[in-house]
């Protein structure tokens, strides 16, 4: 089956760093996406990663190893609106999006 | 721009109740989705459409179904309304499906309460 892992929750402190963590299973791949969703809002668009390495994007990074299934979202300097839930989706071979349930960040002043 | 708009934002219905959510998107994309989102689970795709006048079957579709008329709508429809079906429910629409055309962008959702 295909399957995506998140960790369901992190704590962190205002102007912190904090790395989330996105491991994979699916039968092919085809990307990885990093989307944010505040509470009782729609998830918007992060970043986007096919290839190996490190995407940078202001205060938001994201990682990407195919060959170890994994990837990871860095959030520098932590500030109170970060506060959000992180969601992960891959890709597969048929081009279907599949998501993981979401990493809920928490920012304490 | 709008983007994603979806109608209703609320609702409430008995069990057996039908009803309609309505999504609309002005960017021109070709792709439309309807997802689920329950507490504690990734978002679930219902169905979806590849382009005018196509649908297809996503994860969850039993007790759904969904039409494209317009390129620029997405219908979903519920015929006979199950408490099961309470959730969040986002339409989503995206340029296409390789690459970075994929990155799907999300109307506010529709909050569904089925008694």
């Known amino acids: 089956g295909q399957n995506i892992d998140q960790p369901t929750e992190m704590t962190a402190t205002e102007g912190a760093i904090v790395q989330i963590n996105c491991t994979y299973q699916?039968?092919?791949?085809?990307?990885l996406f990093w989307y944010q969703q505040h509470a009782g809002e729609a998830p918007t668009f992060l970043s986007y990663?096919?290839l190996d390495g490190l995407e940078e994007k202001g205060r938001f990074s994201s990682f990407l190893s195919r060959s170890k299934g994994y990837s990871y979202l860095l959030l520098k300097e932590l500030q109170m609106k970060d506060s959000a839930s992180y969601l992960c989706a891959v890709t597969d071979s048929n081009y279907q999006l599949i998501w993981g349930a979401g990493t809920k960040l928490i920012i304490k002043p | 721009n709008a983007g994603v708009t979806q109608t209703p934002k609320f609702r409430v219905l008995k069990t057996g109740q039908s009803m309609t959510l309505l999504c609309a998107q002005d960017?021109?994309?070709?792709?439309m989705y309807w997802y689920r989102q329950d507490p504690g689970m990734g978002l679930r795709l219902i169905h979806y459409?590849?382009?005018?006048?196509?649908?297809a079957k996503g994860e969850v579709p039993d007790g759904y179904n969904v039409s494209r008329l317009k390129k620029q709508n997405f219908l979903l429809g519920l015929e006979s309304a199950a408490p099961s079906q309470t959730s969040v429910y986002f339409c989503?629409?995206?340029?296409?499906?390789?690459?970075?055309?994929?990155?799907?962008?999300f109307g506010p959702g529709t909050r569904l309460l089925v008694l």
């Open positions: 960017m021109n994309h070709e792709y």
């Open positions: 459409s590849v382009g005018e006048g196509t649908t």
């Open positions: 699916t039968s092919g791949f085809n990307g």
């Open positions: 990663n096919v």
């Open positions: 989503a629409s995206s340029l296409g499906t390789s690459g970075a055309q994929e990155t799907q962008y």
